[in-house]
Structure formats: structure tokens, C-alpha cells
Nanobody, 125 residues
Framework: QVQLVESGGGLVQAGGSLRLSCAASGRTFSSNAMGWFRQAPGKEREFVAALDWTGGNTAYADSVKGRFTISRDNAKNTVNLQMSSLKPEDTAVYYC??????????????????WGQGTQVTVSS
């Protein structure tokens, strides 16, 4: 069975850093685009970052550009999100996702079809 499991979330002070990791199992996604979305309380899920199948092309939401870095290790079937200079508005549940029919970058939520359970990130003032 296909599974995506996020880890690395927690409570940090503003200005701090966290590294999220997503481990995939059940099949390899080395030929697929992957991404991270987040959902804050009372808000819709929003795009955060994505990368293509090689990891060489990336895209970021304007709100996180310059602070977050997405990367992947196809040998380990994992995708990571390094978050720095965290702000209280970054507080949300972060979800890892895969677009099983895409190789190139995609930022539209409906293009993704496998999702993890999410990991909570809380940034205090």
C-alpha cells in the first residue's frame, strides 16, 4: 500500500528553524513531481513548495521564498522541507504530497493524488 509519512514538526520560537521529512513507501516516486502544502486553522490548504522529478527545478509560494528549501533524495524515496526564519504565520499542519501522473512542476492542489497525514508546525511569537 502507498504511504506518505511526514515527520519533524514541533514547536519553535519565531526566527527558529525546522526540517520536515516525508518518507514514501509502497512504490517509488522517483519519476514524479512532489510538493508540500499547509493548512492553518480556519483557512484553506495552500501551496508551499514543489519540485520536479529530478529535484533540479523548484517552486515556492511568495510567502516562504528565501526562507524554505525543498529537496528530495530519490534513492531513499524521500522529500524534505528545510524551514528557516520561521514566523508565527507559518503555523499550520504541513502535508507531503505526490503527483503520480506528473514529472514537471505543479502547484495546483488537484494535480496531486497521494497525501500524507500531516505534521503540526507551531511558531510562537
Amino acid at each position: 500500500q502507498v504511504q506518505l509519512v511526514e515527520s519533524g514538526g514541533g514547536l519553535v520560537q519565531a526566527g527558529g528553524s525546522l526540517r520536515l521529512s516525508c518518507a514514501a513507501s509502497g512504490r517509488t516516486f522517483s519519476s514524479n513531481a512532489m510538493g508540500w502544502f499547509r493548512q492553518a486553522p480556519g483557512k484553506e490548504r495552500e501551496f508551499v513548495a514543489a519540485l520536479d522529478w529530478t529535484g533540479g527545478n523548484t517552486a515556492y509560494a511568495d510567502s516562504v521564498k528565501g526562507r524554505f528549501t525543498i529537496s528530495r533524495d530519490n534513492a531513499k524515496n524521500t522529500v524534505n522541507l528545510q524551514m528557516s526564519s520561521l514566523k508565527p504565520e507559518d503555523t499550520a499542519v504541513y502535508y507531503c504530497t505526490v503527483a503520480s501522473s506528473r514529472r514537471t512542476l505543479v502547484v495546483v492542489e488537484t494535480s496531486y493524488d497521494y497525501w500524507g497525514q500531516g505534521t503540526q508546525v507551531t511558531v510562537s511569537s
